[in-house]
T-cell receptor, first 109, second 116 residues
Framework: RKEVEQDPGPFNVPEGATVAFNCTYS??????FFWYRQDCRKEPKLLMS???SGNEDGRFTAQLNRASQYISLLIRDSKLSDSATYLC??????????FGPGTRLSVLP | EAGVVQSPRYKIIEKKQPVAFWCNPI?????LYWYRQNLGQGPELLIR????????DSQLPKDRFSAERLKGVDSTLKIQPAELGDSAVYLC???FGQGAGGTEAFFGQGTRLTVV
C-alpha cells in the first residue's frame, strides 16, 4: 500500500461545478499536509497548505481529519484554468515530502 | 528571487550511455531533493540532502545512480549506464530547514529524460 493515496480520477466537470478530491495517508506521525497543483509538462507548485482547523483560499477549501488520516480539497465554481493534476502531499518532520499519485481534473466549457 | 534552476530541460540518450542532471536550489535553502516522476504518477523521492550530507538515499538505485552536493549548494544527479526504464522527468526541489508546519518544497522545471 502506498503511503499517500488519492482518488484515481480523471474528473471531468463543467465550468461552475463543485468538485472534491480525497486523499488518505498511512503514516499517523505525519505532521504537515499540502495540496500541490501540476499543469501538464510543468513542475508541481504549492496550491495550499492544509491545517487541522481547515482553511479556505478563495474558491478552494482544504480539510484535514487526523483521526481518519484523511485530507480533502474542494473547488467551488470551477474555472477552465483549474484544469490540472492535483497532488496530495504529506511531510514528516526531518524527512521527506511524500506525494500521492495525483488526480487529474478537466474543467469543460 | 530566482527559483530552483535545473538543466538541461530535455535529454535524449541511447541506453547504456551516461547522463547527468544539474540543479541549483533557491539561495539559502539547505534541504535539496531529487525526485523522479513517471508519466501519470506523483514524484517519488530519490535522494534528500541536508546541506552537503545525503540524509536519505534509500530509494536511490545505487548500482547506476549517484548524486553529489559538494559545497552544500548545487547538486548533480548521474545515471551510468542509463536503461530504457529510466525515462522519466527528474525534478529537483529545495526547502528551507526542516520545520514542520508551513514548510514548502519549491520545484525546478525538471529534466525530461528519454532513453532510446
Amino acid at each position: 500500500r502506498k503511503e499517500v493515496e488519492q482518488d484515481p480520477g480523471p474528473f471531468n466537470v463543467p465550468e461552475g461545478a463543485t468538485v472534491a478530491f480525497n486523499c488518505t495517508y498511512s503514516n499517523s506521525a505525519s505532521q504537515s499536509f499540502f495540496w500541490y497543483r501540476q499543469d501538464c509538462r510543468k513542475e508541481p507548485k504549492l496550491l495550499m497548505s492544509v491545517y487541522s482547523s481547515g482553511n479556505e483560499d478563495g474558491r478552494f477549501t482544504a480539510q484535514l481529519n487526523r483521526a481518519s488520516q484523511y485530507i480533502s480539497l474542494l473547488i467551488r465554481d470551477s474555472k477552465l484554468s483549474d484544469s490540472a493534476t492535483y497532488l496530495c502531499v504529506v511531510y514528516n518532520y526531518g524527512q521527506n515530502f511524500v506525494f500521492g499519485p495525483g488526480t487529474r481534473l478537466s474543467v469543460l466549457p | 528571487e530566482a527559483g530552483v534552476v535545473q538543466s538541461p530541460r530535455y535529454k535524449i540518450i541511447e541506453k547504456k550511455q551516461p547522463v547527468a542532471f544539474w540543479c541549483n536550489p533557491i539561495s539559502g535553502h539547505n534541504t535539496l531533493y531529487w525526485y523522479r516522476q513517471n508519466l501519470g504518477q506523483g514524484p517519488e523521492l530519490l535522494i534528500r540532502y541536508e546541506n552537503e550530507e545525503a540524509v536519505d538515499d534509500s530509494q536511490l538505485p545505487k548500482d547506476r545512480f549517484s548524486a553529489e552536493r559538494l559545497k552544500g549548494v548545487d547538486s548533480t544527479l548521474k545515471i551510468q549506464p542509463a536503461e530504457l526504464g529510466d525515462s522519466a522527468v527528474y525534478l529537483c526541489a529545495s526547502s528551507f530547514g526542516q520545520g514542520a508546519g508551513g514548510t514548502e518544497a519549491f520545484f525546478g522545471q525538471g529534466t525530461r529524460l528519454t532513453v532510446v
